[in-house]
């Protein structure tokens, strides 16, 4: 048992995978859940726009014309670039463009056969091979951002370029891959082991490099086309991709986490490695239950808020209620 190493904690074992699946993790301070982690991954490519273009890259750079004129226009009438949401457009779209749906069928098995399920992930796997193979199921999701981003830094706005550019970003929304979350002392403020294992699984990795290509058809399409200086610069050196396998090691070197951890508590059947029955209630226990985002099995397209939200309002209709004295984790 991963908790006994921690004893004279009190320590409990709901049977599940407690700590696997990073997706999300959480622990209590008489009870102790080791998670498995789920969570989605971004990365992107900057174009440098036409000349006389306004973009956010000023701001970003903190240069002091651009900030003051920011200032005026939001304090004098609400406009400008301080009124506006940091990505300017969202799309969720199925990413595998082939000629025919034939060629597309064909694609895909040679994919799955050279990135076949590692144990353990079958469940995951099968799942995103269901939605890679329905062309009407989003696999992807693609966003805009009026200036650049540095992609090989630890925060995407050190270094940045001098040029005006726009960044479109792609969100591979169904990940194989899955990580850990595990204690690491009976310390309760001791900080814990995370092992998130972004792009373990292959597949991830040529999912994305496929999002890379589109992101190039998308630059090559009217009317955003006319609107990117020709020959302009990008984010960094790697990012002009003449073919896949550039794709896979740009993918490599700057994609990112998205924020959406889930899935450390499943709900699943205990013998699939669920934590919580249908009810919100651990396994082995009849008064703790676990109300946030590491419940959900499988990692929603969407942000996940909304459905924390739901599962909040389902815990809280639910017939047979609350009581004061049990004990709930509320949050994500």
């Known amino acids: 048992m991963l908790l006994e190493p921690f004893n004279p904690l009190s320590c409990w074992n709901s049977g599940g995978l407690v700590g696997q ?19 989605i991954f971004e990365t992107g490519i900057c174009f440098e726009v036409k000349d006389g273009l306004v973009t956010a890259d ?27 949401a940091g990505w300017s457009s969202h799309a969720f779209v199925p990413v595998l463009d082939f000629p025919s749906e034939p060629d597309r069928q064909m694609e895909l098995q040679k994919i799955f056969e050279r990135y076949p399920p590692e144990t353990g992930d079958e469940f995951q796997f099968n799942f995103v091979r269901s939605v890679l193979e ?46 850990s979350f595990h204690i690491s002392s009976p310390d309760p403020v001791a900080a814990p082991i995370i092992d998130p294992r972004y792009l373990s699984h292959p597949l991830d990795v040529e999912i994305m490099a496929w999002c890379l290509q589109f992101i190039e058809k998308i630059a090559e399409t009217e009317p955003l086309k006319s609107l990117l200086k020709p020959g302009g610069k990008r984010n960094h050196p790697t990012a002009y991709m003449e073919d896949l396998e550039a794709a896979r090691d740009y993918a490599r070197t700057t994609a990112s986490t998205s ?8 709900m699943l059947p205990r013998e699939k490695g669920g ?58």
């Open 58 to 84: 000023g701001m970003l750079r903190q240069e002091p014309d651009a900030m003051q004129t920011a200032t005026q226009l939001y304090a004098g009438h609400q406009t400008g670039l301080l009124a506006a």
């Open 275 to 332: 934590v919580v029955n249908e009810r919100l209630i651990v396994y082995g226990t009849t008064n703790l239950r676990v109300v946030n985002a590491s419940v959900m099995v499988i990692i929603p397209r969407g942000n996940i808020q909304s459905s924390v939200y739901a599962i909040a309002e389902r815990a809280a209709d639910t017939k047979v209620g609350f009581k004061r004295s049990e004990n709930c984790a509320f949050g994500l």
């Open 134 to 179: 329905d062309r009407e199921v989003a696999s992807s999701t693609f966003l805009s951002f009026p200036a650049q981003c540095n992609l090989h830094a630890d925060f995407f706005t050190k270094d940045l370029q001098p040029g005006n550019f726009i960044t479109i970003g792609t969100i591979q929304v169904h990940p194989v891959s899955s990580g």
């Open 259 to 266: 924020f959406h951890p889930v899935s450390t508590c499943a």
């Open 21 to 39: 699946n990073y997706s999300e993790s959480m622990a209590f301070p008489n009870w102790l859940i080791i998670l498995t982690w789920e969570s």
